[in-house]
């Protein structure tokens, strides 16, 4: 598979395509306008949309897209915070025959650079406080695609009306525009997180993120009475593409929020009845710790996911058992296929609470060895996908699409262990296991014992270069407030519990672990912060 470039000839197409069923976002979204056209669509701060209103809010910021000279295919990066303008943006981009790139709003400096520059995107539209990165950028001589920036949200940066002020504009033209976008045109780059590389931009189709949604909605028992609250970040593939854009298509009321604070979380759960909540397992630690989940009323709640990362069984069985009438799903995948690929459904986490469930329903996968084998029943390997949710190719980058993919199946990077049922288990990313003494390790397993300790909030385990170990296996810990540990006690709780060889030589406490806005950790910053120090390395 190569690098396929965005459709350019269709932007001129003659003839109304809008109401031609489709196997596109923008035909998604036409659909269930037609269904639920009155109810409530969308919530953010105080304004309320119904579906008929976001409908035409997303016809309105198509035509301006349209009307800014941008060819069929170009590149449009959204660099901001959750918002129903920012969601809007999205669909409007799907409308017009545009690829949205969605850009972590906290990065900066080098990083934005490559990802506006590796993008090729010619309109940057930005938060208002964000915007002077951008032009920074532009007067640097960086990112020299970039012709347009636009306001988010009405300011004093960026140029002309704001995304906001164009989707509520009562003047302009509501008609849909007429761009012909077919099921296998690029709608989205979606950028990997860059924890062990540069990322690289996943080229996602129409058809494939519609394939997902497919999937998500069968997974994930989502229903339009589920009253979803999304507060994950979307530029982040699971927010947009898992809950917000499934429930939109199904004809839900979804309350977006835009950042994941817990007070607030806590606070809508019990004032709005939300009855479905997505959170990476770095927002449901501290929730699960939080004063006010002893005193706020979450029975509404029946729905909770959790992904992006791995959630400590610990905590996991803790909320289980507090709060009996939740189910719990474990969402895992991958931006290249949209991302879900396997779920742990509630009912099956009793009997594997560690495992993360089964492939979805248009994502098939097999778990291959190292020496190319299909691995046996609980044998590690590397767990590979083909599915119609796959990203088309890598943005520019044709000999990593190459390598990412073997005889069609995409290679995932993730060592898991699959069971004679189908049931896939993460070992770890295959870079983090570590090798101590000639012995493979997974950091995970060693983690999910030393969270066994009440006084820990989080732990991460890496491997440190060490010239009798070839790794040391080293523990960073975060302790919980006014809680007090010692490195020998936690040594000591391991080495109750698994092989000594698994034990940590090294256990450092920190105030926090560092993680990308995503929640995913970022084991090589902790791995960069300690590679020259070997004091603490146990012989």
């Not at 349209?66 to 959750?82: E, H, I, Q, T």
């Not at 006084?455 to 810990?477: C, H, K, S």
Request: hydrophobic residues 40%; aromatic residues 6%; charged residues 20%.
């Amino acid at each position: 598979m190569h690098t396929r470039p965005p459709r350019s000839d269709s932007s001129t197409a003659a003839g109304p395509v809008q109401g031609t069923p489709s196997n596109t976002v923008s035909g998604l979204l036409r659909r269930t306008i037609s269904r639920n056209g009155p109810a409530t669509a969308l919530l953010f701060e105080d304004r309320r949309w119904t579906y008929a209103e976001l409908g035409a809010a997303v016809h309105r910021v198509a035509r301006r897209l349209a009307a800014a000279g941008l060819p069929s295919g170009a590149r449009v990066a959204a660099y901001g915070a959750n918002s129903d303008a920012y969601l809007i943006l999205f669909l409007a981009c799907a409308e017009a025959g545009l690829v949205h790139v969605p850009v972590n709003f906290a990065l900066k400096g080098d990083e934005l650079s490559y990802l506006l520059e590796d993008s090729g995107a010619s309109l940057v539209v930005a938060d208002d406080a964000l915007l002077p990165l951008v032009e920074g950028i532009r007067a640097a001589g960086r990112a020299p695609a970039i012709e347009q920036v636009w306001p988010i949200f009405p300011g004093t940066g960026g140029s002309g009306l704001s995304v906001l002020e164009t989707a509520l504009d009562p003047e302009a033209d509501t008609a849909p525009v007429e761009v012909a976008v077919a099921g296998d045109d690029l709608v989205q780059l979606l950028y990997t997180s860059g924890t062990t590389s540069a990322p690289k931009g996943a080229m996602m189709t129409h058809a494939a993120l519609v394939a997902e949604y497919v999937s998500s909605i069968i997974a994930l028992d989502l229903t339009a009475e589920d009253r979803p609250l999304i507060a994950m970040p979307l530029y982040h593939s699971a927010a947009m593409h898992v809950f917000a854009l499934p429930y939109l298509s199904l004809g839900a009321a979804v309350r977006l929020i835009a950042r994941p604070d817990v007070g607030q979380i806590l606070r809508l759960v019990e004032e709005e009845h939300i009855g479905s909540l997505f959170l990476a397992p770095t927002v449901w630690v501290p929730l699960s710790n939080h004063p006010e989940l002893e005193t706020r009323d979450l029975s509404s709640l029946t729905k909770a996911q959790y992904g992006a990362s791995i959630m400590p069984v610990t905590v996991l069985q803790r909320l289980r058992s507090r709060y009996p009438k939740i189910g719990f799903y474990n969402c895992f995948g991958q931006s290249e296929l949209g991302p879900l690929c396997t779920v742990l459904r509630p009912e099956e986490h009793d009997a594997r609470p560690a495992s993360c469930g089964r492939p979805v329903y248009f994502v098939e996968a097999r778990v291959v060895t190292a020496d190319g084998r299909v691995a046996e029943p609980g044998e590690p390997g590397e767990i590979q996908y083909r599915s119609p949710q796959l990203l088309a190719g890598y943005w520019n980058k044709p000999e990593a699409t190459d390598e990412a993919f073997t005889d069609g199946w995409f290679r995932s990077g993730d060592q898991v262990t699959r069971d004679t049922q189908g049931y896939i288990q993460v070992v770890d990313r295959i870079k983090d296991v570590i090798n101590t003494g000639g012995v493979l390790v997974a950091p995970r397993e060693v983690e999910d014992c030393i969270y066994e300790l009440p006084e820990v909030a989080e732990v991460a385990v890496v491997g440190l270069p060490d010239d009798r170990w070839v790794e040391a296996i080293t523990a960073v810990v975060v302790l919980k407030e006014g809680a007090s540990l010692t490195a020998e006690t936690v040594r000591a709780h391991v080495r109750k519990r698994i092989a000594d060889y698994k034990v940590p030589k090294r256990v450092d406490f920190v105030a926090e672990l560092p993680r990308n806005q995503s929640g995913k950790l970022l084991k090589r910053e902790l791995r960069a912060e300690r590679a020259d120090r070997t004091e603490g390395i146990q012989a």
